[in-house]
Nanobody, 118 residues
């Protein structure tokens, strides 16, 4: 059974930074592309960033390109999302998942809340 445990969210002012972490178990982590998604209040969950088998193979939603960086540590079975220059519209619950392109391939964890507000 795949388990996804997100952490690192919080309250931050516009222009600030946060680093999210996701601990993954129950699959051969290094074999899977991983991604981050988010769901804002009243909106559908959307793809944010993905990473294949190396840090040179990443891809992003246009809304976060140049501000967010996804990375992974295969030795720790973990995926990260460094978020810089945060905007109020980045406020959402953030989730990680294994991905096929920009689509999730497993059930969801509990997510971690990110609130950007002054």
């Amino acid at each position: 059974q795949v388990q996804l445990v997100e952490s690192g969210g919080g309250l931050v002012q516009p222009g600030g930074s946060l680093r999210l972490s996701c601990a993954v178990s129950g699959l051969v982590f290094s074999a899977y592309p991983m991604g981050w998604f988010r769901q804002a209040p009243g909106k559908e969950r959307e793809f944010v960033a993905g990473i294949r088998w190396g840090e040179d193979s990443t891809y992003y939603a246009d809304s976060v390109k140049g501000r967010f960086t996804i990375s992974r540590d295969n030795a720790k079975n973990a995926v990260y999302l460094q978020m810089n220059s945060l905007k109020t519209e980045d406020t959402a619950v953030y989730y990680c998942n294994s991905v096929a392109g920009t689509s999730p391939t497993n059930s969801w964890g509990q997510g971690t809340q990110v609130t950007v507000s002054s």
